[in-house]
Structures are given as C-alpha cells and as structure tokens.
C-alpha cells in the first residue's frame, strides 16, 4: 500500500521519494519507516503546489515500481542510499530514467554523501545531494519547480560536460527544532512491524552527529558536531504519535542518546512528570551511563539499552579508537541489568588487529557480562570511514568492492565474506563471528535452563 499526501493542491510538481530494498537483508528489515525520507517529504510537502508520494520497498517488496512510476509521473525522484542498497538504487535510477526520460533522478544518504562521484559515474543520477538533506532539497526542489538554474545550489553534486562539480559544503541545520516532525502520514505507519518486548513500536531520532572517531563509522552525513533537540520538542513528538496512531513503543535511533547527561534527565523528568505510558530503547556508549541516570531512564520507560562494546580485547578497542575500556563496557551492562533494564550488546569481528586470542577475549568478556541480548557483526569498511582509508596501515585486506555485500549480518545470521585481518582470513572471521553468535546462544539457554530449574 502507499500513501500520498492528503493536502489535494492543485499540483504542478510531483515528487516520489523511494528506499530501496536488498534482496540479502531485505526480510530483517521493512520493520521501521525510514527516517531520511520523512524528514524531506516533511520539508518538502509545506512548499505550494508538490504533491508527494513515498515508496518503501522494504515493505513493498514485491510492487510493480512501472506501475506506480507510470500513474504518477514524478518530475522528481529522489532515492536514499547506504552503501549495501547502492547497486539496486542505481538500476532503480537507470530503469526510471529509461521509462521517465525527463524527470530528474536525486541520490542522497550516507552512500552519495562518502562517494558522490561513483554514485554519478553509475548513471541514472542526475545529482547527489551530500549530507544532511533538508535544507538542500528543499531548494533544489523549489528551484527545479520554478525552472531555475540549481548549479550553485551548497551541498550538491554533478557532472557537467564530462566534469565532476562539487558545490560548498551546506553549513549543518544549528537548530534541529526548526525541522517539522518527519511526515509519518505518507507512510503506511501501522504496516511495519517493529516492537519492543512485544509492544509495536517506532523510530525517532533526537540528536546528530557523534564526536567520536570509532574507525569503522560513518560521519558523510551528520559529522561530529553533536547537536540536540530540545527534551519539550521530543514530547510534543511523542504525544503526537500516541494520538495519531496509538503507537507507544519508541526506538530512539541517535547514535549516542545520553550523550548529553543533562538533556537526558531532563528529557525523562518531563516522561516521569506528565506520567506517559510509554516503553522505548536507546543506543549510547558505556561511558555515557551512570546509576543515576539509569534508574531515571528506567522509571521514565526505557527497558532496553544498546551498547556498542566492539570488542573484549582493549588493544582492539584502542585500535579501533573506540575510547573506551572493556572494564567499563562491564561495568555499565551490570549496572544497567541492576536497574532492570534489558541490555543489548553489540559486538564487531575482523577489527584491526583481531586475532585468536582477541576472540577468546571477547568470548570471555560474553561470558562475564552476560548481555540479555547480543549481536556479533563482521567489520566492515564502508567507504571513507577512517578504517577503509588505512586498510593496508591496519592489515586488513578488502576481499570485494560489490556493495550489495556490505551488510554485516545477512538471512541465516551470516555475514558476506569481505575483510581479512593480519592474523585471521575471511573463511575464520566469518567463521569467528558464528562462533561468538553461537556461543552466546548457548550461554543464553544454559541461563533460562537455571532459572528454570529455581523456579
Ligand atoms: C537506524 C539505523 C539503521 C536501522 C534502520 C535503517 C532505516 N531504514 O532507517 C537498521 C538497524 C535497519 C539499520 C541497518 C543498517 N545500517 Co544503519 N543506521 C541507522 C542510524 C543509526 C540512523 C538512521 C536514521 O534514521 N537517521 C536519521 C535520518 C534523518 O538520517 P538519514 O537517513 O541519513 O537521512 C538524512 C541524509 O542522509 C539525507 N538523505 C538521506 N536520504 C536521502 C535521499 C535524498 C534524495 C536526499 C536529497 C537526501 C537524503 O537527508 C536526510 C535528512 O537530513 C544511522 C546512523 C545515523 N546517525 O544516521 C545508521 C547508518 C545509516 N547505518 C549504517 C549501516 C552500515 C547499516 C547496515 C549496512 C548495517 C548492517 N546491519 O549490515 C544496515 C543497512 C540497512 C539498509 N536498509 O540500508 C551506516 C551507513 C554507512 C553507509 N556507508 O551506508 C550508518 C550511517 C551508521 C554509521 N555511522 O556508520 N540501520
Ligand atoms: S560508532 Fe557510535 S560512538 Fe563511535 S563514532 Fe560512531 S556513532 Fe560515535
């Protein structure tokens, strides 16, 4: 199903904004709306006269696209791109061009902001909108509507005659309160089918950007300026969703949710007062925790916290400048299981530096912390992430430039087989990544086995 915008204006430019879909990973997924492109329909849709359709192939998988390309008619296509829906983004944007030769194909998302160049070599694409989209799309649009010159538009680019343009950098957005709330009205919202502890449940993003330097992330898109909304914004979202489509369940999806240790109380002091009955599950970094604050979180509905532990090897982590130890990754799992909170842990194979005695370690750290929740990735160097502009420095051999294959966990639990590391090759970090997966397995019903045997 797909949802156009209500507001029947009397159009004159028509917009389609599509997510792509991975035929290796696309079953894992169609679970949440794609922020990126509700944030642009939500910039876009106050400008007069566009009408707006969005396509999530995650959850549409199977829908003839022709169709929906011939009926509508878009002058405007824009499709959002990570490195392992490049490819299928790019035959999406040749096969339009072939069936709509006039309307103008847009890239944008982390993949076309790390490589504009590429994504434009690949044809289909007529301009690569280069990191945080609102402000330029939205003058891209509202220029291509009116017919005026784009070329100088900051933060896009194109090829001209054969040669590459890069226009200035868009300054970031200061403020983020100044975005509308992603336009969740175009999306079949009750379609996907992500939950918490059961209790269907939705994306929101709160914060950009993350200052810290961990070698295997990508900053193409928000960098590493943090900047935050403010805590009474974030409620008027949540209230807004609770009485638009009963949804109670909230993933926040910031790369670092505590990391503002003030914001974060003040945020669940309003959850706490106003008394909302809500559950919801964060990402952050074990020294962004303390005990104070996580008893907080947990009386304002949080219940499951993500950490980003890497590895239980500290030379690793150091390596990978993660900027923190193993002692603390133990340290915040247990003091977030004593609140009661659900920790989930998330664990990276084939670091620099990974070796046998390194997966021991991190087998051993499983063991110890005893995470309620874990997954083991394979490492990948996404493009121009630190890692893959020292891989040779670092001892890692990529195996495969196909993007379809950067994914780090495909349908059985198995990752692609793209890096080998100094001391392990690709056959024994995919194999590494089984092991620590299987292994927590185990852990995990040997734990439920005891318990039920108290019980
Ligand atoms: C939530 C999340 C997920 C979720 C949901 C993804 C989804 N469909 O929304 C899940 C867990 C499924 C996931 C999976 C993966 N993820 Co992820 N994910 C994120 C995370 C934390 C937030 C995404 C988000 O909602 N951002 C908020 C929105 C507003 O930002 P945005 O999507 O980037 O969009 C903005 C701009 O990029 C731009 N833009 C985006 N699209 C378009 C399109 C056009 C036309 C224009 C003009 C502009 C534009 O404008 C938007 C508004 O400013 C980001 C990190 C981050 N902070 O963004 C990583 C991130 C996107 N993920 C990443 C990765 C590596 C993956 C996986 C490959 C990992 C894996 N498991 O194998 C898969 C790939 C899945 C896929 N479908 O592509 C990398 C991407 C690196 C890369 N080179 O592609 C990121 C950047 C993390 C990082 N820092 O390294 N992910
Ligand atoms: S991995 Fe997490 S903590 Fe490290 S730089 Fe990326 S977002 Fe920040």
Redesign the pocket.
């Known amino acids: 199903m797909l949802v156009q915008n209500s507001k029947k204006r009397k159009a004159n430019c028509k917009v389609m904004?599509i997510?792509p879909s991975?035929s290796a990973?696309v079953e894992q997924?169609g679970d949440?709306p794609?922020?990126?492109?509700l944030?642009?329909a939500s910039v876009i849709e106050k400008i007069p006269g566009i009408e707006i359709q969005l396509l999530d192939l995650?959850i549409e998988a199977k829908v003839d696209i022709r169709y929906f390309l011939s009926t509508f008619k878009p002058q405007i296509v824009?499709?959002?791109?990570?490195?392992?829906?490049f490819p299928e983004a790019s035959r999406l944007a040749s096969f339009i061009k072939e069936l709509l030769p006039k309307t103008f194909v847009?890239?944008?998302?982390?993949?076309p902001?790390?490589l504009p160049e590429e994504t434009l070599l690949s044809k289909g694409f007529d301009i690569v909108?280069r990191?945080?989209?609102?402000g330029?799309?939205k003058e891209l649009v509202e220029c291509l509507k009116e017919g005026e010159d784009f070329r100088s538009i900051p933060g896009i680019a194109y090829i001209d005659k054969n040669e590459f343009i890069q226009t200035a950098d868009r300054p970031l957005i200061e403020d983020l309160d100044t975005i509308p709330f992603p336009a969740r009205h175009l999306l079949p919202i009750h379609s996907y089918h992500m939950t918490i502890l059961g209790i269907p449940a939705t994306?929101i993003?709160t914060s950009?950007g993350c200052p810290y330097h961990c070698i295997?992330?990508?900053?193409a898109?928000?960098g590493h300026q943090y900047r935050t909304r403010r805590p009474e914004k974030i409620v008027e979202e949540i209230e807004m969703i609770l009485d638009a489509y009963g949804i109670r369940g909230f993933l926040f999806?910031d790369?670092t949710f505590t990391l503002d240790s003030h914001r974060t109380h003040r945020f669940c002091d309003s959850i706490i007062e106003k008394k909302m009955d809500i559950i919801w599950r964060c990402?952050t970094r074990s020294d962004c925790v303390d005990l104070y604050m996580l008893e907080k979180m947990y009386q304002a509905g949080c219940r499951i916290i993500c950490f980003g532990v890497e590895s239980g090897d500290q030379d690793v982590l150091d390596t990978a400048r993660k900027g923190t130890t193993v002692k603390r990754n133990l340290e915040a799992i247990q003091m977030a299981q004593s609140v009661g909170l659900t920790v989930k842990a998330f664990f990276m194979v084939g670091l620099p530096g990974e070796n046998e005695t390194s997966i021991e370690k991190t087998l051993n750290f499983v063991d110890r912390a005893q995470p309620d929740m874990a997954d083991f990735?394979v490492a990948i160097p996404?493009?121009k992430t630190f890692l893959s502009d020292h891989v040779e420095e670092f001892g890692i051999r990529v195996l495969t430039q196909d993007w379809s294959k950067?994914?780090?966990?495909g349908l059985e639990g198995k990752a692609p087989e793209i890096v080998q590391t100094s001391a392990l090759n690709h056959q024994e970090v995919i194999q590494a990544q089984q092991k620590l997966q299987s292994c927590f397995q185990q852990l995990k019903k040997k734990k439920f086995t005891a318990k039920a045997a108290i019980f």
């Open positions: 904004l997510h991975n990973f997924e949440r794609p922020l990126g492109i944030y642009l995650t824009g499709i959002t791109i990570t490195t392992p829906l847009v890239a944008g998302g982390p993949h902001s790390s909108v990191g945080e989209g609102e330029t799309f994306p993003i950009r295997f992330c990508t900053k898109v928000f999806v790369d990402w990735y996404f493009p950067y994914y780090q966990i």
